[in-house]
């Protein structure tokens, strides 16, 4: 049974950092591709990172490029999304999603599992 488990989530000062992990079990971690996304309020879920299976291709959303990083380690079985410069129109729930192959992509049906979410939350 797929399970991802996010933690890190929290309330923050605009400008601060988080790092965001997620944990996955029922799978082979390092066979698929993963990638966060976010849904504030009242919107859409929306991309914001991907990783390939080894690490060595990600995606942005434009609006994170430069401020947040995806990485994995396949060997502790780990996801994360490091978070600099918090903005306020960062918070939402952030989700950790298990892609259906190697390669990472943006779509929000390109993802087969999800998680429950974690708060981000930013204030100003």
């Known amino acids: 049974q797929v399970q991802l488990v996010e933690s890190g989530g929290g309330l923050v000062q605009a400008g601060g950092s988080l790092r965001l992990s997620c944990a996955p079990s029922?799978?082979?971690?390092?066979?698929?591709?993963m990638g966060w996304f976010r849904q504030a309020p009242g919107k859409e879920r929306e991309f914001v990172a991907a990783?390939?299976?080894?690490?060595?291709?990600?995606y942005y959303a434009y609006s994170v490029k430069g401020r947040f990083t995806i990485s994995r380690d396949n060997a502790k079985n780990t996801l994360y999304l490091q978070m600099n410069s918090l903005k306020p129109e960062d918070a939402a729930v952030y989700y950790c999603?298990?892609?259906?192959?190697?390669?990472?992509?943006?779509?929000?049906?390109?993802?087969?599992?999800w998680g429950q979410g974690t708060q981000v939350t930013v204030s100003s």
């Open positions: 999603a298990r892609g259906r192959d190697l390669y990472a992509r943006r779509g929000t049906g390109d993802y087969a599992y």
């Open positions: 029922g799978f082979t971690f390092s066979g698929y591709a």
């Open positions: 990783i390939s299976w080894s690490g060595g291709i990600t």
